[in-house]
């Protein structure tokens, strides 16, 4: 549906987004992540046609973004990070003076408002005025302000920022409603909201591309070493490290002391492609060691996040 080739934007001598080919398709909640300034807000600007690239194009479905930005523009609903919100009006009549800015059909408007109300939960500060409205409801009506036209694909900058927790958790909800009928792009650099809400993940650095893929894609491409984490007492640590380092597949034993000073704790990294859970678990068995702690901390994507962005 989206397909994005050799994408590039410059802000005088500096490139804030490099090169970057990819192709989204119709129906997919695609995340884009990367740190403060990565390029992902450039890169939704140019989808929108609020920006224009240095290099590169964009095609959404048989339109040219350099060709056809008005047909484009009347497929996207667009969301900025703060959204652009008349505080002093009431919320229906915001909506009812977008439908008049849009040249919508008096009828046809009338029917969006009602339907993005309610999709938008926003049935009890209908008649309120915007100025008085929590910040999740105002993120909420800058989503309904969005959807109004009853656009193909949703573009959604930091749709949480500011929020709280439970006030997160509706719009994560609210976006995967919208993404059983439409096509919704978002950026976040919250790994726990992209990871809860998206189908496929796209890591951006420094303007470039550096991962994408499903969360479970992603984690089994890194060369993360799995590592068990023991908590041992009545245990000498020479001879704990002597003995499970014998283990095949065992890569490294890191030892930290707690208080009381009989408590250990030990750290084994493993090889990437073995589980060694059993094998260690059986070798404690036969000793005087008492087990206090026995857990392996898999790979996670705030892992594989931190690898890809971490400055040189």
């Not at 080739?5 to 500096?14: D, H, P, R, S």
């Not at 036209?149 to 929020?163: N, S, Y």
């Not at 009928?181 to 189908?199: F, P, W, Y």
């Not at 890191?254 to 260690?280: G, M, N, Y």
Request: hydrophobic letters at 35%; proline letters at 4%; aromatic letters at 6%.
């Amino acid at each position: 549906m989206i397909h994005i080739k050799g994408l590039t934007k410059y802000y005088q001598e500096v490139c804030a987004v490099n090169n970057i080919e990819l192709t989204i398709n119709q129906g997919e909640i695609v995340g884009l992540l990367g740190p403060n300034a990565a390029g992902k807000t450039t890169t939704l600007r140019i989808l929108t046609g609020y920006l224009s690239p240095t290099f590169g194009n964009v095609q959404i479905k048989n339109f040219n973004l350099t060709k056809d930005i008005l047909k484009i523009k009347q497929l996207i609903g667009y969301l900025p990070e703060t959204p652009p919100l008349y505080k002093n009006l009431l919320v229906y009549d915001y909506l009812r003076y977008l439908g008049q800015v849009r040249d919508m059909h008096k009828g046809f408007a009338e029917s969006r408002i009602k339907q993005v109300i309610a999709q938008c939960g926003l049935q009890s500060v209908m008649h309120k005025n915007i100025g008085e409205l929590s910040k999740g409801f105002q993120q909420r009506l800058g989503i309904a302000h969005a959807l109004l036209h009853d656009p193909e694909i949703l573009i959604l900058d930091e749709p949480t920022t500011g929020l709280d927790p439970n006030q997160i958790l509706e719009i994560r909800n609210l976006i995967r409603e919208i993404g059983q009928q439409k096509t919704v792009i978002l950026s976040t650099h919250i790994l726990s909201e992209a990871e809860a809400t998206c189908d496929r993940m796209v890591i951006i650095h420094q303007g470039n591309v550096v991962a994408d893929g499903t969360s479970q894609e992603l984690k089994q491409s890194s060369n993360f070493s799995p590592t068990i984490h023991l908590g041992l007492k009545n245990a000498d640590q020479n001879e704990v490290s002597s003995i499970l380092s014998r283990i095949s597949g065992v890569q490294n034993i890191e030892t930290k002391q707690d208080d009381p000073s009989d408590h250990l704790h030990f750290q084994i990294r493993c090889h990437p492609d073995q589980d060694l859970r059993e094998r260690i678990y059986a070798t404690i068995k036969n000793t005087n060691w008492t087990l206090l702690e026995f857990y392996q901390q898999t790979q996670t994507l705030e892992n594989i996040f931190k690898e890809l962005t971490q400055e040189s």
